[in-house]
Each structure stands twice: as structure tokens, then as C-alpha cells.
């Protein structure tokens, strides 16, 4: 048999196996989350992050590369306990918060639900 078939099931296999694993590390984040209890605690925005990556993406013509920056907004939250809570959140979430803003903040887990005036 040529090479060529070997190459090409071994870079097959390697594919789902890197594929297979990261969805795997996504559920068990999700699964994980879901079994945690929904917080709702007094709290107030301590410091916003707009963490921005680069993702260079090749051109559909096969010639050339582009960049694609990705944003991820992340709101650093002090609890009415001392503890520090930093969620993840929407773009709308992130440009409506001002640092120093307090509210009721509803978690669980790594996932933000809500910031909302009780």
C-alpha cells in the first residue's frame, strides 16, 4: 500500500481524537456545572477584562492567511463574603457593567446568569 493512504488515516484518527477530547473537556465542564447549586449573592463589579486573541485563518481560495480576533469579556465580581467571583459575560453584559456597580449577582459554577437591582 502507499505511504500516502497510511498518512492520511493516521492524520484521520489523530483529527478525532483531538476533536473527540476537546468536546469531551467541554461536557464535563457543563456536567460539572450543572450540579452546582444556583448562587444569588450581594456583590459589586471590581474590575472588567477584555481579554482579545488572534486566530489566523487561511483565505477559502487556499492562498494566503487572514487574522480573526476573538474577545472574551470577563467581570471580576467581589462578594459580600470577601471572595472574588470572575465570570464570564456577553458583550452586552460587559459594555451595561461600571466598576464599583452594586447589585445582586446570580451564579453557578464558572457561569454568570444575572446582575440585577433586587
Same mark, same amino acid.
Given at each position: ?9 493516521? $492524520?484521520?484518527?489523530? $483529527? ?60 471580576? $465580581? ?33 457561569? $454568570? ?6
Amino acid at each position: 500500500m502507499d505511504p500516502a493512504i497510511y498518512m492520511g488515516i493516521a $492524520f484521520g484518527i489523530g $483529527f478525532v481524537l483531538i476533536f473527540g477530547f476537546g468536546v469531551f473537556l467541554v461536557l464535563r465542564r457543563w456536567l460539572s456545572d450543572r450540579r452546582l447549586p444556583c448562587i444569588s449573592v450581594p456583590a459589586n463589579v471590581q474590575e472588567k477584562e477584555d481579554e482579545v486573541h488572534k486566530v489566523r485563518r487561511r483565505n477559502a481560495s487556499g492562498v494566503g492567511s487572514s487574522l480573526k480576533s476573538i474577545h472574551y469579556y470577563y467581570v471580576t $465580581f467581589a462578594l459580600e463574603n470577601g471572595d472574588a467571583a470572575r465570570l464570564l459575560v456577553s458583550k452586552r453584559i460587559y459594555d451595561g457593567l461600571k466598576k464599583g456597580k452594586s447589585a445582586t449577582l446570580t451564579y453557578r459554577g464558572s457561569k $454568570f446568569i444575572s446582575f440585577e437591582k433586587k
